[in-house]
């Protein structure tokens, strides 16, 4: 059975500090692994998303990283700022029959200190 | 121009009242998903729909159904709501199932049991 962590479970950092995510999984078969950003009382918004073949993908100030043989993945913030404050969640692709279902973490919440 | 819309952001029912909840999308996908988080845990798929096809997880409890009467509009109803339903309610939608598509969530719905 598949099984997401994210470590740490919450993180506070000042303005304009670079800070690393971390999210494993248990079982390397995996179809892609996403990460997300939820604002407080909202839903999911997706961030990136990186293919199983993939090693990395790049968005603006986000980075993310994929190590599928030991099953972990990292979001890198570059420079970060009070609006990144969010939970971020990491969410991986399983294909369980018919479904493409995603398996989540618990989430890092994240405080950036103006 | 939101694209996955869930009505109503915040619900209240008492214990044992049936409740229903609203998603409706304008990105014309086949495939609508719910997920249920409790509060500081992980989004967990409760079931979903590819087109007029219903796909149910083993583990949701018989307490919650699905209806989907067009390509638009999913609901969810949960036909004697407990103490231990209470959450945020997310809907996702996906064009296809195929791994490749991500998922598009609304901003949820928080329900609460009095």
């Known amino acids: 059975k598949q099984e997401v962590t994210q470590i740490p479970a919450a993180l506070s950092v000042p303005e304009g500090e670079n800070l690393v995510l971390n999210c494993s999984f248990t079982?390397?078969?995996?179809?892609?692994l996403q990460w997300f950003r939820q604002d407080p009382g909202k839903g999911l918004t997706s961030l990136l998303l990186?293919?199983?073949?993939?090693r990395e993908q790049t968005s603006g100030r986000l980075n993310a990283s994929l190590d599928k043989s030991s099953g972990r993945s990292t979001l890198y913030i570059a420079a970060s700022q009070p609006g990144d404050s969010a939970t971020y969640l990491c969410?991986?692709?399983?294909?369980?029959?018919?479904?493409?279902?995603?398996?989540f973490g618990t989430g890092t919440l994240l405080a950036v200190q103006p | 121009d939101a694209m996955v819309i869930q009505n109503p952001r915040y619900q209240v029912t008492q214990f044992g009242k049936p409740v229903t909840l609203s998603c409706s999308q304008t990105?014309?996908?086949?495939?609508m998903y719910w997920y249920q988080q409790k509060s500081s845990q992980a989004p967990k798929l409760l079931f979903h729909?590819?087109?007029?096809?219903?796909?149910n997880e083993a583990d949701t409890p018989d307490n919650f159904q699905s209806r989907r009467p067009n390509t638009s509009f999913c609901f969810l109803d949960i036909r004697s709501p407990g103490l231990g339903d209470a959450a945020m309610y997310l809907c996702?939608?996906?064009?296809?199932?195929?791994?490749?598509?991500?998922?598009?969530f609304g901003d949820g719905t928080r329900l609460s049991i009095l």
């Open positions: 996702a939608t996906s064009s296809e199932l195929t791994v490749s598509q991500p998922q598009h």
């Open positions: 079982d390397s078969a995996i179809y892609n």
């Open positions: 990186i293919q199983s073949s993939q």
């Open positions: 969410a991986v692709a399983t294909y369980g029959g018919a479904t493409n279902k995603l398996i």
């Open positions: 990105l014309n996908h086949n495939v």
């Open positions: 729909y590819y087109d007029k096809d219903f796909n």
